[in-house]
């Protein structure tokens, strides 16, 4: 129990037992709480308990609703800004002057809050023009979106660059742009080696295929000798199993399979 | 159409050897394969190819590499090159295509209308080159 609601609630009972006992006293009826009966003890006692407990409850809520109000303050939602692994930054949409950038932020673009604080967005995405970075945000000033999502590459403070996933956002009471980000280069990084082996599977398989639909097709076609009628229905029955197995195993469409001529 | 000239880079000898059969059973054009890029530019302005075509993934030299080449030569630079490859999703394809060469085929490619389609490349790239 927090000190203050301790002293509220003391003070309260005291207020309360010296109210009652006065009530008692002026209405002439008793002269002091000594003199009553153990019955009429009891029923104050009792009194004072209930009135109490009513204004413990009142107490708790009230307390309760304070504490509420205090985490409100900007400083307290910054402070769990700090605690997020995803990097939020806060800058003018007017000037691009950064207002706000969280611990994770902060620590993946290798700056101080002091050395960032004041510089524009053009700092941290120095590869891009600043018509580039206005394009951006700009459906969200002309209210034609809400939010927006893009991947964009950032740069640090040693040059060195890395990807990230962005969900921007436009306040307009503050002219402000929020962004929430997380860095993606290990997920792009996962997302290469996945399509590269994909790429090397196809590959592997098509030239594979070649070989053995380019005999088949050049046997069966009689370039290299007749066939007899027999063995060619063998020929195109392998043939027709070689292109239905491609289609199968390589997962492209029909317009991607398309010599290009 | 005339008799081309093809010089062709392809490491694979299978696949070598369907090519040459597909040429020389449908048409007079006459074809030399060397087993990747390195050798073909060593022999290139030798054979004076009309047209050449060059796998992607060869040892030694693969096509995109040789094809710079070819393109930082002046004597190779306006000899067209056909790129013949099982790299055959969309994105790599588009990719391909921006380096300038005039047509890519991709593998499996069928041996009867091989020489079809590279004879349309051919009537498109002079057409190109006329224009």
Redesign the interface.
Known sequence: MRLSKLLIIVFASVIIFLALYFAFDISGKLISIYNHSMMFKILLSVVTVVLIFIIYTITEKYLLNNNLIQLTPQSKILEIFDLLEDEILISNAQDLKLIYANESALKNLSYTKRQLMNKTLMTIYSQYSVEQIREYFQPLITNEKDSCVFEITRTRKDGTTYNVLVKLKYYSETNTLISVSHDITKEKALEDCKNQC??DK??????A???I???L??MS?G??GQVPATMQEMLNLANNNTIEL?NKI?D?NN??????? | MKNLKILYAED?A??QT?VE??IW??SKHEIKTCPNGKILLECVEEYNPDLILLDI?MPEMDGPTTFENLQANPKTKDIPVVFMT?????H??EMF?QTGVV??????????SLCK?IE??WD?HLSQINA
């Open positions: 994909i790429s196809n590959h592997f398989l098509r030239t295929l070649t070989k639909s380019g005999a097709k050049i076609s370039m290299v491609l390589c492209t317009e991607e399979s398309k010599t290009d001529t | 694979e299978d696949v369907i059969i597909s059973s449908t993934m099982a790299k055959a999703q969309s790599e394809i295509k047509g890519i085929i991709t593998k499996p490619f069928e041996p009867l389609d349309k490349i498109r």
